[in-house]
């Protein structure tokens, strides 16, 4: 061989290897060497975190969630606002509302002790919205991990893509499907508010002037939920078992006592009716298709290969 010829015939591979970096997919075992004890040091991290905050476990996952449906799953929800950079955490379904970005801060710190500049953000997120949802009584799920962080962010993704509380079936169903979700998937996504609080701000409206509202179940809530006043008092979005994930959440739509109006518009005389109906009655369908959506969720567009970056702060950009 020339030595014009091996030259661009090793060119050639140095571009083949760079596009099989950049195209690079996610697996189960990627930290298996570089990282071994990633998935305990999570697990552990968030295990305690919900100890102390039981509320814990349905903010990581909800911190997932924005993560996702806005620019893919990269960690951009993660990102503080800073002199010329404009983050998501300001954006109107994000402000004042998202919790668990101390958590984790802290995973973030115990990982980077045990293999710095090896695991991302946006990885870090992925595991800790599973782990604290089976740390609420919740299914797991397998995640395939190499996600890599995002260096932009999108306000106005974050506000134009993320269904809100006052969210109509149709505008669920819409959003759901431009993510590439079936109908039945939202559904069952839907189930997530089995966990977690909602702040009066985002009923009010219902309990005051919703006709498809069990009148006992609006009596209870306007107790804590002024007409004026009162935006950050919290309820929990299910009643009958609000730090436990079960399939309680459609048992409560069935009996008109869904919190959130995209809560109820699941189960009111429309197309999705029968699989609110179905959950109610079936527990392990409702999980098997919430882990299957989740799976999904979490392949959302990400960033692999030479993609983005490994972060070294997950509020900030390398």
Not at 84 to 100: C, I, Q, V, W
Not at 128 to 143: I, K, N
Not at 209 to 235: E, M, Q, V, Y
Not at 248 to 253: A, I
Request: one cysteine or more; proline letters at 4%; glycine letters at 8%.
């Amino acid at each position: 061989m020339s030595t014009s010829s091996y030259v661009f015939s090793a060119r050639l591979m140095f571009v083949l290897v760079l596009i099989g970096a950049a195209n690079a997919q996610l697996s189960p075992n990627f930290y298996s060497t570089t990282c071994p004890n990633l998935l305990t040091i999570i697990r552990t991290a968030v295990n305690t975190a919900v100890n102390n905050d039981p509320r814990m476990g349905a903010s990581l996952l909800r911190l997932h969630f924005h993560d996702c449906f806005v620019q893919g799953c990269d960690g951009s929800v993660l990102l503080d606002d800073v002199t010329g950079f404009t983050g998501e955490k300001t954006a109107a379904p994000n402000a004042n509302s998202l919790r668990g970005f101390d958590v984790i801060d802290t995973i973030k710190t115990q990982v980077e002790a045990a293999c710095p500049g090896i695991v991302s953000c946006a990885d870090i997120l992925t595991v800790a919205a599973r782990d604290g949802t089976v740390a609420r009584s919740g299914p797991s799920w397998a995640l395939s991990l190499g996600r890599r962080d995002s260096t932009t962010a999108s306000l106005t993704g974050a506000n134009g893509q993320l269904p809100g509380p006052g969210s109509s079936l149709n505008n669920l169903i819409t959003s759901f499907s431009n993510k590439g979700f079936t109908t039945r998937e939202m559904v069952a996504l839907s189930g997530s508010h089995t966990i977690g609080l909602a702040r009066c701000s985002t009923f009010r409206n219902r309990i005051y002037n919703a006709a498809n509202i069990d009148p006992a179940f609006a009596t209870t809530r306007r107790a804590n939920c002024p007409p004026t006043g009162g935006n950050n008092n919290l309820a929990p979005l299910d009643t009958l078992s609000p730090t436990t994930f079960n399939n309680d959440y459609y048992t409560n739509l069935v009996n008109l006592r869904g919190l959130l109006n995209s809560d109820q518009v699941l189960f009111n005389n429309g197309t999705t009716d029968a699989q609110v109906r179905a959950y109610s009655t079936n527990s392990a369908s409702f999980f098997n298709d919430f882990a299957a959506a989740m799976v999904k969720m979490s392949n959302l567009t990400p960033l692999t290969g030479t993609n983005g970056q490994i972060r070294r702060n997950c509020r900030l950009r390398n």
